[in-house]
């Protein structure tokens, strides 16, 4: 059974950095890529950040472009969300992801979650 745990987040104020990570395991097909979605209360789920598998690539929401970085440790089965200039709006339940097949910003093509890791900016 596939999975995914993450750790990292945290209450910081606004301006500041955080890195979240997220280790996989239990996967016997290959996983396509791994994303950061995050959803604050009131609001639908919003990716963030994708790297697919070898990091060959990434890809990043407008809202998070040029802050935040996603990097894959493949020894280690693990993602990383760095996050630097941290502002109010930025918090949120962050949830790792990972992909099978569709490697696009979009909840509903996710095929595991993890449960879930609260940020908090403080203005």
């Known amino acids: 059974q596939v999975q995914l745990v993450e750790s990292g987040g945290a209450s910081v104020q606004a301006g500041g950095s955080l890195r979240l990570s997220c280790a996989a395991s239990g996967y016997t097909n290959p996983l396509r890529c791994m994303l950061w979605f995050r959803q604050a209360p009131g609001k639908g789920r919003e990716g963030v950040a994708v790297?697919?598998?070898?990091?060959?690539?990434?890809s990043y929401s407008a809202s998070v472009k040029g802050r935040f970085t996603i990097s894959q440790d493949s020894a280690e089965n693990t993602v990383y969300l760095q996050m630097n200039s941290l502002k109010h709006e930025d918090s949120a339940m962050y949830y790792c992801?990972?992909?099978?097949?569709?490697?696009?910003?979009?909840?509903?093509?996710?095929?595991?979650w993890g449960k879930g890791n609260q940020v908090t900016i403080s203005s």
């Open positions: 992801a990972a992909a099978l097949r569709n490697c696009g910003l979009l909840a509903d093509a996710m095929d595991y």
């Open positions: 790297i697919l598998s070898g990091g060959t690539s990434t």
